[in-house]
């Protein structure tokens, strides 16, 4: 059973930073898709990053294209959110979701079909 641990939210003012990590229980790491997804209270989980480790692919949602930077380091099996110019739309708890082995193309990692694996979740709060 895959193991996701996220953590690195908290409370911030707009224009701010933050950087979330997730760590992943699983030994061939490299292999996998990994993803964030954030919901807002009332709106339904969305995507906002992920990043394809085998093909070096990553994928982001225009929302967060500019501000926000999905890396990954494979010695520490755990994957990072760098959040940056935080805004108060950005409020949300944030998920990170590890991908299946099943092939699927592109498109499909920006929203959750892919997605086997799935974290707590970690909140954050932006505040005007």
């Known amino acids: 059973q895959v193991q996701l641990v996220e953590s690195g939210g908290g409370l911030v003012q707009a224009g701010g930073s933050l950087r979330l990590s997730c760590a992943a229980s699983?030994?061939?790491?490299?292999?996998?898709?990994m993803g964030w997804f954030r919901q807002a209270p009332g709106k339904e989980r969305e995507f906002v990053a992920a990043t394809s480790w085998s093909g070096g692919s990553t994928y982001y949602a225009d929302s967060v294209k500019g501000r926000f930077t999905i890396s990954g380091d494979g010695a520490k099996n755990t994957v990072y959110l760098q959040m940056n110019s935080l805004k108060p739309e950005d409020t949300a708890v944030y998920y990170c979701?590890?991908?299946?082995?099943?092939?699927?193309?592109?498109?499909?990692?920006?929203?959750?079909?892919?997605?086997?694996?799935w974290g707590q979740g970690t909140q954050v709060a932006v505040s005007s």
């Open positions: 699983i030994r061939t790491f490299t292999s996998y898709t």
């Open positions: 979701a590890v991908a299946g082995d099943t092939f699927y193309s592109d498109r499909y990692y920006y929203t959750a079909r892919p997605y086997k694996y």
